[in-house]
């Protein structure tokens, strides 16, 4: 099927998400599982060793620096669900003000990066990758961190995976999803309403919330 960002959004606000089979399809397929992973916004848990990393600085974050190259990055896998219509799509959808990355870098190098669409106070996690060790698990802290300082009320990550479950993430049915999503859709959240905190404040508001 060929989707305009219009009916992207639609599907979104309907809980349903677009997926394509390979990079070498260029189809896209609706998906409403059964299951709904989320994350709690402004609580995503941090290891002591993680926050042991964080401290020792060189961490640093950066808002929509290149989204374009992003979301290649979070593509540039073996399997990968993202072809290319969906990435024009993503792009078209920053281009609108509906998507961001979050770029996280080490000593100035890339370490990781996540990105998603925005519609309402909800998020939809798209995709996340690490270039070192803790690359993505510092863009979902700081994601987590920033949605709460930007109004956001859901956190979507789609399927809940050992990774994420291990970072605070849970799974609810598709009733509860659909209720939290509606939800949302009823709030007004700005991604761009706060700046990225640094990895100091970033670190001081973790250990004065757990």
Not at 1 to 11: A, D, E
Not at 41 to 62: C, E, N, T, Y
Not at 124 to 136: I, P
Request: aromatic share 10%; net charge negative; with cysteine.
């Amino acid at each position: 099927m060929v989707l305009t960002p219009s009916q992207l959004l639609t599907g979104y606000a309907r809980g349903v998400f677009p997926m394509a089979e390979s990079a070498d399809d260029d189809r896209l397929y609706w998906f409403d599982p059964p299951l709904r992973g989320i994350l709690p916004i402004g609580g995503v848990h941090a290891s002591r060793s993680l926050l042991r990393d964080l401290h020792k600085g060189g961490w640093s974050a950066h808002l929509d620096s290149d989204f374009h190259q992003m979301v290649a990055i979070c593509a540039d896998r073996d399997t990968t669900w993202i072809n290319a219509p969906l990435a024009d799509l993503y792009d078209k959808l920053h281009r609108a003000g509906h998507a961001h990355a979050i770029e996280i870098r080490h000593s100035g190098i890339f370490a990781g990066a996540i990105f998603g669409v925005t519609l309402g106070a909800a998020f939809f996690g798209e995709s996340m990758v690490s270039g070192r060790t803790n690359g993505s698990k510092m863009a979902l802290l700081w994601a987590s961190n920033h949605l709460k300082r930007c109004g956001f009320t859901l956190f979507d990550t789609q399927f809940l995976t050992p990774h994420l479950k291990r970072m605070g993430g849970s799974e609810i049915d598709r009733e509860t999803y659909h209720e939290n999503l509606s939800s949302a859709l009823k709030r007004a959240a700005d991604f761009n309403a706060a700046p990225l905190v640094s990895a100091d404040q970033l670190w001081q508001d973790i250990t004065q919330t757990s």
